[in-house]
Each structure stands twice: as C-alpha cells, then as structure tokens.
C-alpha cells in the first residue's frame, strides 16, 4: 500500500491547478458536447456537478460537520443566461476560490465527519482533487485534448481512491459484491513507487499494507515481510492505472500489462465503480 507523499498544502494547490485546467479547457466551448467517459452528461452539466461538489465540499469545512449531513442544499450561485457565454466557465473558477477560502480557514488536523477513512478536514481536500482531476480529464476527453496527469497526483489518487473505497457503498453499491475467499489484486506502477495489493474476504476487501502477504502469528494475519503474489495483477503508468480505477481506461487497454485472473479482475471493474 502506498501512503500520501503530497501534504494537505499540496492538495490545496492541486485543486487550484486542476480547476484552472479544467476552466481552460471549457473556456469558449460548446457545453452541449456530450461526455463519452459520462454518457449521461454533457460538459455543462458535468461542470456543474464539479463545482456544486467543489462548494458543497467547502461548506461542509466550514461548518466542521460532525455527523452524516442530512441534506445537500448550499447556495450554489449559478449562472444564469444573461451572464455571458463563458458565465459557466467563469462560475467554475469561482467555485476553487470558495474552496481556497475553506481550506484556508480549516486546519487540515481539524476532526470532521468524513465518509472515508479519515475522520479530518484533510480528507475532504483530497477528496476535492480528485474529484476535480478526473472531472477535468473527462472534460478534454470530450473535447478532443489529450489529458496529462503528474505522476505524484496520479500515485496519490490511485491510494485515495484505493483507501476510501471499502466505505463508498452509499453511492457505489456495486462494492457490496466485492467479496472473496483471500484473492487478490494488484496495481503497480512502472514509473515510480506506487505498488498497492487488495485482498477481497468474505466480509469485504481492503488493502494488503506495503503489497505483503499475510501470515497468521497467532493473534491474527500480519505481513510476512515478502511482497505478495497476486491472483490478477495490473502494471502501468501511474496515470493510466489513476484512469483505470476510475473506470475511464479498459484493463485490456495496450498501455496496461496484465498478469493473472482476467475474471477477477472484471469482477474487481465492475464493482468498483465509483
């Protein structure tokens, strides 16, 4: 299992960033192009969505939530016809502003609800970014750019979708079938450290911390101190395995190598759709 080398601080920015590109490249488009990697959407609607999470997200930093909020209502201040041909665009933007205004005012250590692993206002940043990065690659994609993404951003959101995960039931239910006898799966990077092995259970999955297997000590399973085989194995480019998880790259796609249990691993696909 990898663990986060990027600091909240370096979330924060990341969001800025990856919003900005995103503005760039809906900027003067045509918001009625339909989004391939989104088929229910166009590219209006999906900045949409990108933005009112973006703002809901805030709201929930400023408020410290220490509970499931009942309800997603938030003043979203959209755009309306008279506000020009790139209000959206413009209405995106303004939405990262809202979002550096919580960060700034929330210790990243802050305690929060959170419907992942971590109980701190750090997580709904990270959580932020890759909302946002992917958003922003489906965008191009529908727009005909060829997305990039830094291979540290793509490391540690392969981890964070990775981690949160086994606790996305509520809007991914699909995770519910991802159950097993002790098989495996794993995704290792070529182009740097990012090696992450998921064990599925009867109970659920989760990850195998460091990729080792596990052995019984007689209080339970701990790692054996050797990296573990894997029933399905899949290696790529950080990107690539970020788009993979995602759902936005096919496993047989030429740029992924793959070893092992083809079946587990469209098992794995399709119930793991976030």
């Known amino acids: 299992m990898s ?7 370096d979330h924060h920015a990341a969001v800025a960033a990856e919003t900005a590109r995103f503005v760039a490249a809906v900027k003067g488009a045509d918001l009625t192009t339909q989004v391939p990697t989104c088929p229910e959407w166009t590219l209006g609607e999906l900045v949409r969505h990108t933005g009112s999470a973006q ?3 805030s709201a929930l930093l400023r408020g410290r939530i220490q509970e499931p909020p009942r309800s997603r209502d938030v003043d979203l201040r959209l755009p309306d016809g008279r506000d ?15 979002a550096a205004d919580a960060f700034a005012a929330t210790a990243p250590d802050t305690p929060m609800w959170a419907w992942g692993a971590d109980q701190h206002a750090r997580f709904w940043a990270r959580r932020m970014l890759f909302e946002t990065l992917v ?7 529908a727009l005909g750019i060829r997305p990039r993404v830094e291979r540290a951003l793509a490391v540690d959101g392969v981890d964070e979708f990775l981690v949160n995960l086994p606790y996305a039931g509520l809007f991914a239910p699909g995770v519910a079938g ?3 006898e002790g098989e495996t799966l794993r995704f290792r990077s070529t182009d740097g450290d990012g090696d992450w092995l998921v064990r599925l259970r009867p109970d659920g999955f989760g990850l195998v911390p460091d ?4 052995v019984p000590d007689g209080f339970g399973l701990v790692p054996d101190g ?11 480019a950080a990107a690539d395995l970020l ?3 995602y759902g936005r790259l096919p496993f047989d796609a030429d740029v992924l190598e793959v070893a092992g249990d083809r079946e587990l691993l469209a098992r794995w696909v399709a119930g793991s759709r976030f």
């Open 3 to 9: 663990t986060s080398a990027l600091s909240p601080a």
């Open 55 to 57: 703002r809901w997200f």
């Open 84 to 98: 020009g041909d790139d209000a959206w665009a413009d209405w995106l933007a303004g939405s990262a502003a809202e």
């Open 135 to 141: 958003h922003r690659v489906d965008a191009e994609l």
């Open 178 to 180: 991802l159950r097993g």
């Open 211 to 214: 990729g080792f297997g596990l």
């Open 226 to 236: 050797e990296p573990a085989e894997a029933d399905a194995t899949v290696r790529g």
């Open 243 to 245: 788009l993979l998880v």
